[in-house]
């Protein structure tokens, strides 16, 4: 019998494939079917060297795509054959720096039940070690310094690893085999307790964790160094410990989010569907926002008058050690100051926290990059994310159709997220913030780099809103002056084609696109927000309706305090007089001098901008229903959330929709809707009536301003975006009234409808334009 001929095949493996366990998985593999070769990282991804008989190769790839470790996205696999060597083994070889670096890190992945045994294990060498890892969990993103991964290209390159953790990661039969930030008692990093000073509270053989945990049971705010930055933590069942983090942190009524240890405390607080079971026990162990119990104890200013709490597991064994050492879920908030960035390093930490914060519960492993919680919201079986950050960021987003040339999106100004974008792959970062200060900034300038580093991304094309004043917009004209070209892309056309690129949808393909949001830069330089466009990603978007222009009394001081939206309606209606004649509580809770006021703004226009924003049309309303945020918002939409939340669930009553035609654009006639608002008010229907036949009125205007632009354009599917679609009550309605009328309907599912969602759009339609600009020029 003669021996099968040996061949020898290169195999390259792209996607996440380091730092997840992929090289041990192709060792065992490859020995399985007894073949001989070698495996390493480079910098595209896996490089894999196998030699056997041609029917044992075949079963070989068929198992790397098959039965890839559960972390791996594998995105493709590429082969061809080499001149055998009469091979005998097979190895795993160290890594290599390739020319080019192509290789996905991937996200930072919460602790594996492995781990978790293992630190409540009192016989084990890690029991209660905070760091503990392994190749299927643990800091990645976070950590990571630069490509390809590796510990030395790692924050944990300070830390040498001691022979027995040394053992782990040579063995490729261990769990721990190459797990990059492998660490234990003995060598790997430590926590401490310290006071406010930075004074360390106590030495070995205290454990700073289990006094953490005393000083959080005894009212005490403590900030805990997690991740991807600082928590602040409290007890969520001391009503007096919650207001004092309120209101140290400024921090009125935006909800706090609550980590617990386990499903079972998560249903002591909340009820939970299968469907957020599943996402709270997801690798990214994200908030996810869950229906409350009633009388839990949970205090009332965790989440004022929401009846939802943002619940998340914990996700580190640090978490887990103080969770289960309190006994309780805590709060665990954003550590930072009011809007500044959460705080990531230990000088910064200090800086910001230090009047916030009783104690702090430190450690040595550096994070390299600043990673906020992502935030996740379901109904039904279907998940909407809120803000897609830890967990999900840096993994890529692959897209229906390939980029031309890389390009850089930089997003909007609210809950900023960049974009970098090459080949099929669009990278979107981490959750930036708010970009109104110059922390925030120096935190967008370098994520960018940082991003273009880990991705061997150089932008060829940049992408950017329309609003001059934007402070991403700058930074775009900051490098345009260097040569670079650039595109403005309209705020509510970037929200569409996020949408449509979130649902990988054809760019030849034409929609109808519906984006509702609070505030975007219009073409005509009003202030947009309630638009309706035809068109597609190849073709660019035309506006085809849009609710009716109203005036913005004082600008964005009209965002802040909607109650203004309201009076700026009703003197327009009833004019000043009368308005101040008006039996109602808006009217009253705004005062004499102040409906003069508005009655000056709106008669000279003075600051006082048109604007079609669906989401101030929510705010006139919620006004008039007289909702607590009405007066003055202290977080983004307040006063549109808390309009939702007093809904009397869905109902089929509506005021009418009137449509009127303006040349090829209609216009949505939304002073009938207030005006009925306020028969209602006069009938004395309460507010709760009132909100329901609100929310059924704007489904009911989505539906029918499509129904038109079908007739005339013929263009069947609808993308839904923009920060107004975040209301469930909107969302749920609007979808079903549409596919009731036949319309196919898009909504987002992997990038979030508000503005954290605009950089992939942007640079999706940039480099749109950009080709047609090509394809003019020649
Ligand atoms: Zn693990
Ligand atoms: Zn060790």
């Not at 230990?346 to 600043?370: G, K, N, P, S, T």
């Amino acid at each position: 019998m003669r021996a099968p001929i040996q061949e020898r095949w290169e195999v390259s493996v792209r996607g996440i494939v380091q730092g997840v366990g992929f090289r041990p998985f192709v060792y065992a593999l490859a020995r399985r079917h007894g073949l001989a070769g070698l495996v390493r990282n480079d910098a595209e991804g896996v490089h894999v060297e196998v030699e056997g008989d041609a029917e044992r190769l075949d079963l070989f790839l068929r198992g790397i795509e098959e039965e890839a470790p559960p972390l791996a996205v594998v995105e493709a696999v590429s082969w061809r054959p080499l001149a055998a060597l009469g091979e005998r083994v097979f190895r795993i070889e160290e890594s290599r720096e390739g020319s080019q670096r192509r290789a996905l890190i991937s996200p930072d992945v919460a602790t594996c039940e492995d781990c978790l045994r293992e630190v409540f294990d009192p016989v084990d060498r890690r029991h209660r070690y905070p760091f503990t890892n392994c190749t299927n969990c643990g800091p990645r993103f976070t950590i990571t310094r630069a490509v390809p991964y590796d510990r030395a290209t790692t924050t944990m390159s300070s830390f040498e690893m001691c022979p027995d953790c040394q053992r782990e990661y040579d063995d490729p039969a261990d769990r721990r085999f190459h797990a990059q930030p492998n660490a234990c008692p003995v060598c790997g990093p430590s926590v401490r307790l310290l006071d406010r000073f930075g004074h360390t509270l106590q030495a070995k053989p205290d454990d700073p964790i289990l006094r953490a945990a005393r000083m959080l049971r005894g009212r005490a705010v403590v900030a805990v160094k997690g991740l991807g930055g600082y928590h602040l933590a409290c007890d969520p069942f001391d009503e007096k410990a919650v207001r004092t983090l309120r209101g140290r942190k400024v921090r009125q009524d935006k909800p706090f989010a609550i980590m617990a240890r386990d499903l079972a405390q998560v249903r002591g607080i909340c009820h939970i569907t299968n469907a957020e079971e599943a996402l709270l026990t997801s690798p990214a162990h994200p908030i996810v926002l869950l229906e409350r119990r009633e009388n839990t104890g949970v205090a009332e200013a965790v989440a004022p008058r929401q009846n939802t709490l943002g619940v998340m597991l914990a996700y580190t064994p640090l978490h887990h050690l103080l969770l289960r050492d309190a006994g309780i879920p805590l709060v665990m908030t954003s550590g930072n100051n009011s809007d500044e960035p959460i705080a990531y390093r230990d000088e910064e930490a200090f800086a910001q926290l230090w009047e916030i914060a009783d104690y702090y519960l430190v450690h040595d492993r550096e994070i390299h990059m600043r990673c906020d919680d992502t935030v996740i919201r379901t109904s039904g079986s279907r998940s909407y994310p809120v803000r897609r950050s830890r967990g999900f960021a840096p993994a890529p987003l692959r897209l229906a159709a390939d980029f031309t040339r890389h390009t850089l999106a930089c997003g909007g100004e609210l809950k900023n997220t960049f974009c970098l974008a090459k080949d099929r792959h669009a990278f979107m970062s981490h959750h930036i913030g708010d970009m109104e200060n110059y922390e925030t900034l120096r935190s967008f300038r370098e994520g960018i780099e940082h991003y273009c580093r880990l991705f061997d991304v150089s932008p060829e094309l940049v992408a950017y809103d329309l609003h001059p004043e934007y402070l991403s917009t700058k930074y775009a004209g900051e490098l345009e002056e260097t040569g670079l070209p650039a595109v403005g892309i309209q705020h509510h056309q970037a929200h569409i084609a996020s949408c449509l690129a979130d649902n990988e949808h054809p760019a030849e393909e034409r929609v109808i696109g519906v984006a509702f949001d609070g505030t975007g830069y219009g073409t005509d330089g009003a202030v947009w927000g309630g638009e309706f466009f035809e068109g597609s990603l190849e073709r660019g978007f035309t506006r085809r309706a849009h609710l009716e222009y109203t005036l913005l009394p004082g600008g964005s001081a009209a965002i802040r305090q909607p109650w203004r939206m309201a009076i700026a309606q009703l003197v327009r209606l009833y004019g000043e007089e009368e308005t101040l004649k008006l039996p109602l509580n808006a009217v009253r809770a705004a005062g004499e001098r102040n409906v003069r006021l508005v009655a000056r703004l709106v008669e000279h226009e003075f600051n006082t901008p048109p604007t079609s924003s669906a989401g101030r049309l929510f705010d006139s309303v919620a006004a008039l229903a007289g909702v607590p945020g009405s007066s003055r918002t202290t977080y983004e939409g307040q006063a549109a959330v808390e309009l939702e939340l007093i809904a009397a669930g869905p109902t089929n009553r509506a005021y009418p929709v009137r449509l009127r035609s303006e040349g090829a654009t209609w216009i949505v006639e939304t002073h009938e809707i207030i005006a009925a608002v306020l028969e209602d008010l006069r009938s004395v229907r309460p507010a709760p009536e009132i909100s329901a036949t609100f929310h059924r009125t704007m489904a009911e205007t989505v539906v029918a301003t499509c129904e038109k632009i079908r007739e005339s354009d013929t263009v069947n599917t609808v993308a839904l975006s923009g920060g107004t679609f975040q209301n469930m009550l909107l969302l749920d309605q609007t979808t079903k009234l549409l596919e009731e009328k036949q319309f196919m309907v898009l909504a987002h599912q992997r990038v979030p409808t508000n503005d954290g969602g605009l950089s992939l759009g942007q640079a999706i339609l940039a480099d749109r334009v950009q080709r047609r600009r090509q394809q003019e020029e020649t």
